[in-house]
């Protein structure tokens, strides 16, 4: 994630006014990040409380239902227990009348693990949709994917989230995911709750998980429970604030029981409780107040002050509990409807197209205009199924929307509230709800509106791919194969497939070995296309290391108007860090009229065109600004094409005389294994040209961070699995494209002017 979206500020609170000193030298965790005004009206999204006018005051039915409304996902690293958690959920809401595990004898799967791969796999692929009820209060819930491989789904459904439930896992605790996570909900400035999962494996510690949380993830943090034992003894938690022991019994923990702390738990809560207090203290101006003046908080200030610290994500409040022995989930329900925002709380803006995308307040309630977005698609049995987030106004079965991109009007013939994979119709859908509709043509992203409003949202971030492979169908003539290609490229925008002009092969390209493996599964159990797998490509780029200067004249004589553009300037390496969003810059400092203002723009279609293809390698060129100074044109030869085509070919002279490098991706890869096997992985790391970042020893069992080439990485799930016999695990995720080394260069040159010979 580039740094500019980051802005990190310590502190905060009254006292900052009358004691800032005294309370920064204390020394707690408390960065706090806060997107500038600029950087969140550019993601879409602003917090705070929505001004209304009192001439244009919504239904009181219309607040009463946002009051009771919350919208939520479930984020986690992968087999942290999210589905799980998500299971209960809907079991103790009453949505599902049994609970299914996720890898469970009886072969029937979690609710929300509805494709058969998931469920053959264990692991989430899809986020899936739902809603229920705990007591008066309406939940829209989505459970995410914790593999690195399907982090779109992660970032879309952050997109269009007011709160989270970020899960941690008891033992492994902060994890390569759970960072990515942690970034993509600052991205979309979605306040979260942690919970702490499975609280009965062996190694179970929570200390640690919160010294995580505030050290790691930059995060103030403190507990709202104790609990009442650990590992295989864990029976229940004490509420600090309450000072009551509360334990789960009867059939599935359906029976939440309160009663009095436990005589040997009595110091560890009051010592909870002032921990909380004190972190409170330094994101809260009340909290503040109180510490200052040494007054112990009520309940209800205690309750008010991590609400108000939790939606402003200065502090996330830590519950714990063990999903897969139903325990603590109740809780977690009550904790996720006391602190997390409703929909009202949250400001979203969108840009008017038609005053200049001048940025506007998004009104969150039904009497207004529609303004809706298309988060996420899917291919029905009824045709593709696309999710909407209605943002303000009412969405009714049979009223026309406003497609904002193509301009079109699109008729809404069905309106579905999803569960899982089934869905239940409806005749409207008011602000602040998430549905889906039939039959409507667009793209991940797009906005609709009633046609009253020219506005866009925002979209998402999407990252792009790390590795491709060629796909070959076996059966040539099959017609499902392109059909497959597109349907799985609309779904989902990191996964692309394009036809290579030289192999004619169809390559395509996702974030992982796993995203690929699994769409290539798809195509064969959904479309009876049985392909075969070329050898992972990595996507390589190129780049510049050094300023080059260019003067380059284009001429081409062939009767009549020729050709004619000269074109003058020089080209230098941009930092990758600065410009991570986008990874090059065209600069016009052409002066005195020398290159005619109409060609411009075409000098920079050129400049476009040549980042398209190294020559080293073929691949894209990333990270070069492209400084025009100067030109010539002639008044009758000179035109678009003529200045394109010399752009063109002056940058592609420039970047041979730049000390050209190849780049490649960089992984940060953390594996867990058991302390024996320690050295075998560390020697297996070194062998694949790694860097270890760092070891951490948890009990019998060592977590390792290296960053590694991803070009090096293909095949170690198998070489870990029988160096460790079988007990050792990793996650991958792209952490940046890095140069590769000298030999390795030369070697990726000669290798690509060999098939371009054989190409011939």
């Avoid at 436990?262 to 101006?285: H, I, M, Q, Y």
């Avoid at 597109?486 to 290579?500: A, G, I, K, L, M």
């Avoid at 002009?501 to 493996?517: A, C, F, R």
Wanted: aromatic letters at 8%; one cysteine or more; hydrophobic letters at 35%.
């Amino acid at each position: 994630m580039a740094a500019s979206l980051l802005f990190p500020r310590l502190g905060a609170g009254a006292y900052a006014r009358t004691a800032a000193s005294m309370l920064r030298s204390a020394g707690t965790a408390t960065a706090a990040f806060k997107s500038t005004p600029l950087t969140a009206a550019l993601l879409g999204r602003r917090w705070g409380s929505t001004a209304l006018n009192t001439a244009d005051k919504p239904d009181a039915k219309d607040i009463e239902r946002l009051d009771r409304l919350r919208n939520i996902g479930i984020s986690a690293h992968i087999d942290s227990g999210k589905t799980t958690v998500t299971e209960r959920i809907l079991y103790y809401t009453g949505r599902i009348n049994e609970i299914h595990e996720v890898r469970g004898k009886d072969n029937v799967g979690a609710t929300m693990d509805w494709m058969e791969l998931e469920r053959e796999k264990g692991i989430t692929i899809q986020s899936a949709a739902t809603y229920a009820q705990w007591g008066n209060t309406n939940l829209n819930i989505i459970d995410t994917p914790g593999h690195v491989d399907f982090t779109i789904e992660v970032e879309r459904a952050l997109r269009v989230l007011d709160g989270a439930v970020l899960v941690l896992c008891s033992v492994s605790g902060v994890q390569s995911q759970t960072i990515t996570v942690d970034r993509q909900m600052r991205r979309y400035n979605v306040p979260r709750i942690s919970f702490i999962n499975k609280m009965d494996r062996a190694g179970a510690n929570p200390a640690r998980i919160i010294d995580q949380i505030r050290n790691k993830l930059k995060m103030p943090a403190a507990a709202l429970q104790v609990p009442i034992g650990a590992e295989d003894a864990f029976q229940g938690v004490v509420d600090i604030i309450t000072k009551k022991a509360i334990y789960n019994r009867g059939v599935r923990g359906g029976d939440v029981v309160y009663e009095e702390v436990p005589e040997n738990l009595v110091e560890a809560v009051n010592t909870a409780r002032s921990e909380l207090f004190t972190t409170l203290a330094e994101v809260d101006d009340e909290m503040g107040e109180l510490f200052i003046e040494e007054k112990e908080p009520t309940n209800e200030q205690l309750y008010a002050a991590i609400r108000r610290a939790t939606i402003a994500r200065r502090f996330t409040p830590v519950l714990m509990g063990s999903a897969i022995k139903d325990k603590g989930i109740q809780t977690l329900l009550d904790s996720v409807v006391r602190y997390l925002p409703k929909s009202t709380e949250v400001t979203n803006t969108m840009l008017d197209i038609d005053d200049n995308e001048a940025i506007v307040d998004v009104v969150p309630y039904s009497h207004k205009p529609f303004v809706g977005l298309a988060f996420k698609l899917e291919e029905g049995k009824y045709g593709q199924l696309t999710y909407i987030r209605v943002y303000q106004g009412r969405l009714e079965k049979g009223q026309f929307a406003h497609h904002v991109k193509t301009g079109k009007r699109v008729k809404v013939s069905r309106l579905v509230r999803m569960h899982s994979n089934s869905m239940e119709d409806v005749d409207s859908i008011g602000a602040g709800e998430i549905c889906a509709l039939f039959g409507i043509d667009c793209a991940s992203g797009d906005t609709f509106t009633d046609g009253t409003l020219n506005c866009s949202m925002s979209t998402m971030f999407v990252p792009d791919p790390v590795i491709s492979l060629s796909l070959t169908p076996k059966d040539k003539n099959s017609p499902n194969f392109s059909k497959a290609l597109n349907r799985f490229q609309r779904e989902d925008p990191t996964f692309r497939s394009h036809v290579d002009p030289e192999s004619k092969q169809t390559i395509i390209s996702g974030m992982g070995e796993l995203h690929l493996d699994i769409y290539v599964e798809r195509m064969r159990r959904e479309y009876n296309v049985d392909c075969v797998t070329g050898k992972p490509q990595v996507a390589f780029r190129e780049t510049s290391t050094r300023r080059s200067e260019f003067n380059y004249t284009h001429k081409k004589q062939s009767g009549g108007a020729g050709q004619f553009g000269r074109v003058a300037g020089y080209i230098e390496p941009i930092d990758p860090e600065e410009h991570a969003e986008q990874q090059y810059e065209f600069v016009n400092n052409v002066v005195g009229g020398n290159i005619p203002s109409q060609y411009i723009a075409a000098c920079e279609k050129g400049y476009m065109d040549g980042l398209k293809e190294g020559f080293m390698v073929g691949h894209p060129i990333v990270g070069v600004r492209m400084v025009l100074k100067d030109g010539a044109a002639h008044s009758v030869d000179s035109s678009e094409l003529a200045f394109r085509t010399a752009t063109f070919h002056a940058f592609r002279e420039a970047m041979k005389t730049s000390s050209p490098r190849i780049l490649e991706p960089v992984m940060t890869v953390e594996i867990s294994v058991p302390v024996e096997f320690q050295g075998n992985v560390l020697g297996s790391l070194n062998k694949r040209k790694g860097m270890i970042i760092d070891t951490e020893t948890q009990e019998d069992y060592c977590v390792i961070v290296a960053e590694v080439p991803l070009n090096n990485m293909f095949g170690y799930s198998t070489e870990l699995r029988s160096a460790t016999q079988g007990k050792g695990e990793f996650s991958m995720e792209y952490k940046r494209h890095s140069p590769v080394m000298q030999s390795v260069q030369e070697e990726l040159i000669k290798e690509y002017q060999k098939k371009q010979s054989e190409n011939k």
